[in-house]
Every structure is written in structure tokens, then in C-alpha cells.
């Protein structure tokens, strides 16, 4: 899941449901980023950031890792699992990213039990920024990570894609924090 560097990149666009994907593969076939094109910026910034002086080039992702994103997205929820990645974040990033993905499917947890997962139980904020870091945001699923009392939080493809993946997966979260009345 984590180095060696790739010796280049390789994106691939995809369309889904909620929105055209780009999916970065190295040259052995492994996920490095899979991120939304509304995301342009903070896709170049994350692609920059963990890969700094890697060559890009357009091309096809493995047509299994295509297959097994479809495959969710058509409700497969599980599809996803098969997917092999690899990163190249901090160990305590890395760290959080495998954590992520020990959420089972359709289950969401608060960044303070994240932070207990990894035990590093007062890392809530230092967990908080390692998932908003995180390249895979499909594939490693930070979109489980919600508020501790329920609410969706950020995520890097916009809340209301969170909610439609969450909903996807059959998890269940607060839809809207009620607003006190105001006399």
C-alpha cells in the first residue's frame, strides 16, 4: 500500500453517476489517485504533493480495476475491495488510509473513533486533515467518516456526493442538523 515511487502515472477518466472520475495508476497496475474532475485542483495538488517529479501520461486504467469501479457504482457495494492500491502519504497518513479501510461497507464511524482505530486516541484534528488527504477518496472510504453526532462532514467531492455514496451503501447518517429556532 505504500512506496515504492512509480516511475510514472498513468490517468484514465471515467464517468459514474455522480460525476466524471479520474482514476492515476502506476505502471504496475496499482491505484495512486482516484479523485472527481470537478476536484482539477486539488487533484493536480494532490498528484504534485505525493508525486512530485513522476511523469503523467493519459492511458487506460487495468480494465479489472475499471470493471470493479462500474461494478459499484451498478450496486455491487462490495466491488470496490478488490481494487489494489498503493501511497505514497506520511506513516500516520498511511496509517489513517488503512484504518479507512476497515469501515465495512455500509457503516460509518466519527474521526474521534477513526482516531481510536489507530490508536491515537487524542489525533481527532491530525486524523481529521490525514482523510482529507487521502488520494483514493472512493477507494480508501473516507466518505464513511462522519460528525460524532451523526451529521456529514467534509469530503473532498462535496457533500452532497458523500450523502449519495452513504445512501449508496445503505449507511445511515443525519441528513441536516437542526437549526434552533430563534425567538
Request: charged share 25%; aromatic share 8%; with cysteine.
Amino acid at each position: 500500500m505504500s512506496k515504492p515511487r512509480p516511475e510514472k502515472l498513468i490517468i484514465d477518466p471515467m464517468p459514474t453517476p455522480v460525476g466524471e472520475a479520474i482514476i492515476v495508476v502506476d505502471e504496475a497496475g496499482y491505484l495512486r489517485l482516484f479523485q472527481w474532475t470537478d476536484e482539477s485542483g486539488r487533484r493536480e495538488g494532490l498528484v504534485r504533493r505525493y508525486y512530485p517529479d513522476t511523469p503523467i501520461e493519459d492511458g487506460p486504467a487495468p480494465p479489472a480495476m475499471r470493471a470493479a469501479i462500474e461494478a459499484y457504482f451498478a450496486g455491487d457495494i462490495h466491488a470496490l475491495e478488490t481494487i489494489a492500491w498503493r501511497s505514497a502519504g506520511t506513516a500516520f497518513q498511511e496509517s489513517v488510509w488503512r484504518a479507512l479501510c476497515d469501515i465495512p461497507v455500509g457503516a460509518t464511524i466519527s474521526y474521534g473513533e477513526l482516531a481510536r482505530r489507530i490508536n491515537n486516541p487524542k489525533a481527532v484534528r491530525a486524523v481529521g486533515l490525514a482523510n482529507g488527504a487521502n488520494p483514493n477518496g472512493l477507494i480508501v472510504p473516507c466518505h464513511r467518516v462522519i460528525g460524532a453526532n451523526g451529521t456529514l462532514t467534509g469530503y473532498g467531492g462535496g457533500l452532497p456526493r458523500k450523502k449519495w455514496l452513504l445512501k449508496h451503501e445503505g449507511a445511515r447518517f443525519v441528513e441536516e442538523r437542526a437549526q434552533p429556532t430563534l425567538i
